[in-house]
């Protein structure tokens, strides 16, 4: 009961420095940043993620009831210093750590309610580890939980997955039994160890996996107990295919010649499809050739009769052209990320560059000129309209000079 009034009060005093305090909407610093929304899944779990100028993660977290907790944020590759922003639900900022070199940590404690933990970089950019730990545990009572770390993957990867005990009793458990399913179509479950928590040497019995379940059996040898919480057993969880899996067990546990059934927390493996998406609309009054190309080569696609076109393609940077004849072209820099839709911004092509050297002018004049009233020459017929004349001449006079790619920019994510 202390505990819990002790929290109050935290509580209390927080509500009333966000109210009173200053506070302002986190908003994305850099001018076309991302700001990526993802999930949380339980508590005490390592979450994966990237944060740089251009890309900001915001992770959903709910609050089920009062709590206290900690979220630490450690680089895992790049020069990144993070930021750590806890929001509500409006976006409204209520506290805040700024990283020192590859590392920040926020401690706070937040009544039940839906909250965001935005990770921004203070200078810097690369990927990260965030960690977040319930630092009040109100339960009491025995239970079991899952927890993968990490908490997402792309498909063919792989996370470990710990099955604990929490709140073993005093006089502790003689043995443990776990029938677990999980989705056999999203991942495969193989590496069933013991982790130790029984004892050296203990008896196990393992039935599977198979079918999307199995049967860890448990006892400790030579009169050896679980005495204390911890890791039962852990495994290796493989993505499949993209979804989100789920992993359930039923425990029960014996202290010595009885089986009980206890609770257990279940818990969702996020697989991602290790791909992202560039989409966008070119216009022009005919098919647009549009090419995405990297280091390992170029795939290309034409537009619809609307202008829309589509790309699914591994992550990266790219380069991504967009071509038609009798038009000056467009060239912009998309990044894609995994899961993720990079949308450019509709573009109109010039028209006018009929001979294809990157400039309108005198020589595309000439093509008109020379094929005044002829219909046989669609290239110079810029207007489309079956016929080679002044209009023509028009659309190209209103380009003309134009030289060179245009510039054709991302959409602002988020």
């Known amino acids: 009961m202390k505990s819990k ?11 009333l420095v966000s109210l009173f305090g200053v506070s302002a909407t986190v908003q994305a610093k850099g001018l ?5 929304i993802r999930s949380t899944t339980f508590w005490d779990a390592t979450f994966n993620g990237e944060a740089n100028a251009n890309r900001f993660e915001r992770w959903s977290l709910q609050l089920e009831e009062d709590s206290a907790f900690s979220v630490t944020v450690t680089t895992t ?29 926020l401690e706070t404690a937040q009544f039940a309610g839906d909250y965001f933990i935005q990770i921004e970089p203070a200078s ?61 179509s999203l991942i495969s479950v193989t590496n069933i160890t013991q982790a130790g928590l029984f004892g050296d040497d203990p008896v196990v ?31 290796t969880a493989t993505g499949l295919a993209a979804g989100d899996a789920s992993f359930d067990c039923v425990v029960r546990v014996s202290s010595g010649g009885a089986l009980e059934t206890i609770p257990f927390t279940s818990a969702t493996l ?39 076109f589509s790309f699914t393609t ?15 072209p467009a060239e912009g820099d998309p990044p894609v990320f995994p899961g993720i839709t990079t949308q450019m911004q509709t573009i109109s092509l010039i028209s006018g560059d009929i001979d294809g050297n990157g400039v309108i002018d005198q020589f595309d004049a000439l093509t ?47």
């Open 205 to 235: 019995i393992l039935n599977g996996p198979e079918n999307g379940s199995f049967l860890f059996a448990i006892a400790g040898s030579n009169g050896q107990r679980a005495e204390q919480s911890g890791t039962v057993f852990t495994f």
């Open 124 to 184: 810097g950019g690369g990927t990260y580890a965030m960690e977040i730990r319930r630092t009040d545990d109100p339960s009491t009572d025995p239970h079991a939980a899952v927890m993968f770390n990490p908490a997402a993957i792309f498909i063919d990867e792989t996370s470990e997955g710990s099955v604990m005990l929490n709140n073993v009793p005093l006089e502790g458990y003689a043995s443990a039994e776990f029938t677990c399913t999980y989705d056999p």
């Open 368 to 414: 008109i000129g020379m094929n005044y009233n002829a219909s046989n020459v669609p290239i110079a017929d810029l207007n489309n309209d079956g016929i080679i004349n002044v209009l023509d001449l028009e659309i190209l006079a209103a380009n003309y000079r134009a030289n060179g790619a245009l510039n054709w920019p991302v959409l602002p994510f988020g």
């Open 314 to 328: 591994p992550a990266g940077e790219y380069l991504i052209r967009a071509t038609a004849e009798g038009f000056l």
């Open 77 to 105: 590759g790049g020069d990144l210093t993070p930021t750590i922003y806890l929001l509500n639900s409006n976006g409204v900022e209520i506290a805040n750590a700024v990283g020192s070199l590859s590392t920040a940590f």
């Open 5 to 15: 009034k002790i929290l109050r009060i935290v509580l209390l005093v927080a509500m």
């Open 32 to 36: 076309h940043a991302q700001i990526v």
């Open 270 to 308: 996020d697989v991602r499809e290790p791909f992202g998406f560039v989409t966008g609309t070119v216009i022009a009054n005919e098919p647009v050739t549009v090419e995405l190309i990297d280091e390992f080569g170029t795939t290309t696609t034409v537009t619809d009769e609307n202008g829309n």
